[in-house]
């Protein structure tokens, strides 16, 4: 019977810990995988000057392994001796020559959807009561690149 | 009762386990995001658009000294350069917040400019004067029981007879000049880096540029370069025995190519 309990009270404990590494592991190489990609596409629009649709899509492609992603796409042109720069969004930068219109940088944000298991884990104890904390933990990538 | 006990021992392993590897975990990910932060911003420094313009360089005027040496030279607007680095940098660490980026600032105690022919330091706060009360520093080097001002070419100046010759002239082929130069330059590096200002990981940091790669070009140091270098944001490692901090330090660089 002290078995019994002993075992009651590890057991659960172990599973956490295990579930634990095994999507904390999942998340770290998926996390970089997604920001590599993200630094990767806009590195090769800031040396093209312009994020063309096709390059735009294929990232997307990429990304699409990981879940569903939101994409917000900005350009920036810094004009004069101030620090606020005029910011293009979306549809005005894809596919737009940026480097002839004078954009300085070229930025990417991207955000998964969904939201990664591992949140769902911390939010419980091993017994699986509420644990108290709220994690919203999910994929995301953000990249800012001159244009060359 | 023994089993209840040695499972309340496995528990507290495992936990302190769990907690002592939670700092680390989050390492490698933040040493990768500084190094991407990092390079891009110092290819904005290196690359920002005055470069490309001749009236930059007419309005900076040619370069130092007098003679052939001033056709390699580059001018480079040091507080324009860093301007642009800190842009790029912290928008590639999504970081916008002013008293983050504060924070942050305090742990990159190096921003460098190697120039053809000197080199600029900047410490923590972007001061230049730091390094050297003239905010500049030559590659005055001894060679041979004599003092030279090297440059990144083969043209060197003679201080004692006020003379620009050629690397050759002392007996220094390409390889020996560009390794003598290097080594000066690291050693230059290393010790700012090394006497800096909260020193809080008191860490000490050694840079090392190739001497040796099969490919020329990656050898040593060919061009006129912006570095960067960033200790990070301690991250605590939530070890319950010891209070350990760890910092996810990186360096950062792009050669300015003159257009």
Same mark, same amino acid.
């Given at each position: ?10 057991i ?5 810990y295990?579930f634990?590494a095994v999507l904390d592991r999942d998340f770290r190489i998926r996390q ?9 596409y806009t ?5 093209k000057?312009?994020l ?5 899509n294929?990232m ?5 392994r990981?879940g569903?992603?939101?994409?917000i ?5 810094f004009?004069g001796?101030g ?6 969004v ?12 004078g954009?300085?940088i070229i930025?990417?944000y991207?955000?998964s959807r ?5 949140g769902?884990?911390y939010?419980?104890?091993p017994?699986?009561t ?7 933990i999910r994929y995301?990538?953000?990249?800012s690149?001159y244009?060359? | 009762?023994?089993?209840?006990f040695w499972?309340?021992i496995f ?11 939670k700092?680390i ?6 040493a990768?995001?500084y190094?991407?932060?990092?390079d891009?911003?110092a290819?904005?420094a290196?690359? @920002?658009?005055a470069?490309?313009?001749g009236k930059?360089?007419? =309005?900076? %005027?040619t370069g130092y000294?007098v003679? !052939?040496?001033?056709g390699?030279?580059m ?9 642009w680095?800190?842009?790029?940098f912290?928008r590639?660490?999504?970081?916008n917040?002013?008293d983050k ?9 190096m921003?460098a400019i190697?120039?053809?022919d000197?080199l600029?330091i ?5 001061n230049w004067y730091? @390094? ?9 080097i =001894?060679? %041979?029981?004599?003092s030279y001002?090297? !440059?990144l070419?083969d043209q060197?100046?003679d201080?004692g007879n ?5 690397a050759?002239d002392?007996g220094l082929d390409t390889?020996?000049r560009?390794?003598?130069?290097t080594?000066y330059?690291?050693?230059?590096l290393?010790d700012?880096l090394?006497n800096r200002?909260n020193?809080?990981?008191c860490n000490n940091?050694k840079i090392v540029?190739?001497?040796d790669?099969?490919d020329?070009k ?5 061009g006129? =370069?912006?570095l960067a270098?960033?200790e990070?944001i ?10 350990e ?10 050669e300015i190519?003159?257009?």
């Amino acid at each position: 019977m002290e078995k019994f309990w002993a075992s009651l009270l590890v057991i659960p404990i172990f599973m956490w810990y295990s579930f634990h590494a095994v999507l904390d592991r999942d998340f770290r190489i998926r996390q970089q995988t997604v920001e590599n990609i993200v630094y990767q596409y806009t590195q090769v629009a800031a040396k093209k000057g312009a994020l063309y649709s096709s390059v735009y899509n294929e990232m997307a492609d990429k990304l699409s392994r990981f879940g569903v992603f939101d994409i917000i796409v900005t350009a920036e042109r810094f004009t004069g001796a101030g620090d606020t720069p005029e910011v293009i969004v979306g549809d005005e930068v894809i596919g737009k020559d940026l480097r002839s219109m004078g954009y300085d940088i070229i930025n990417v944000y991207t955000e998964s959807r969904n939201e990664h298991p591992l949140g769902r884990l911390y939010s419980i104890t091993p017994y699986g009561t509420k644990s108290g904390s709220e994690a919203d933990i999910r994929y995301f990538g953000k990249a800012s690149v001159y244009i060359q | 009762m023994k089993s209840f006990f040695w499972s309340l021992i496995f528990i507290f392993c495992t936990w302190s386990l769990f907690f002592i590897g939670k700092g680390i975990d989050n390492l490698d990910i933040m040493a990768e995001r500084y190094k991407r932060a990092l390079d891009a911003g110092a290819n904005a420094a290196s690359g @920002y658009r005055a470069y490309n313009t001749g009236k930059f360089i007419y =309005n900076q %005027g040619t370069g130092y000294g007098v003679g !052939t040496q001033d056709g390699n030279n580059m001018p480079v607007d040091r507080d324009e350069a860093v301007k642009w680095f800190y842009r790029l940098f912290f928008r590639n660490l999504n970081m916008n917040d002013a008293d983050k980026q504060k924070e942050l600032k305090r742990y990159m105690p190096m921003k460098a400019i190697i120039l053809y022919d000197r080199l600029m330091i900047a410490d923590i706060d972007d001061n230049w004067y730091s @390094y050297d009360p003239a905010g500049e520093r030559e590659y005055v080097i =001894n060679y %041979g029981g004599k003092s030279y001002k090297f !440059t990144l070419s083969d043209q060197i100046y003679d201080i004692g007879n006020k003379t620009w010759i050629r690397a050759g002239d002392i007996g220094l082929d390409t390889r020996g000049r560009k390794a003598l130069l290097t080594r000066y330059i690291m050693g230059q590096l290393d010790d700012f880096l090394n006497n800096r200002r909260n020193k809080e990981s008191c860490n000490n940091y050694k840079i090392v540029f190739s001497l040796d790669d099969i490919d020329e070009k990656l050898s040593g140091i060919n061009g006129i =370069n912006f570095l960067a270098f960033c200790e990070g944001i301690p991250i605590s490692s939530l070890n319950p025995f010891r209070k350990e901090r760890f910092f996810a330090y990186g360096i950062g660089g792009s050669e300015i190519i003159r257009p």
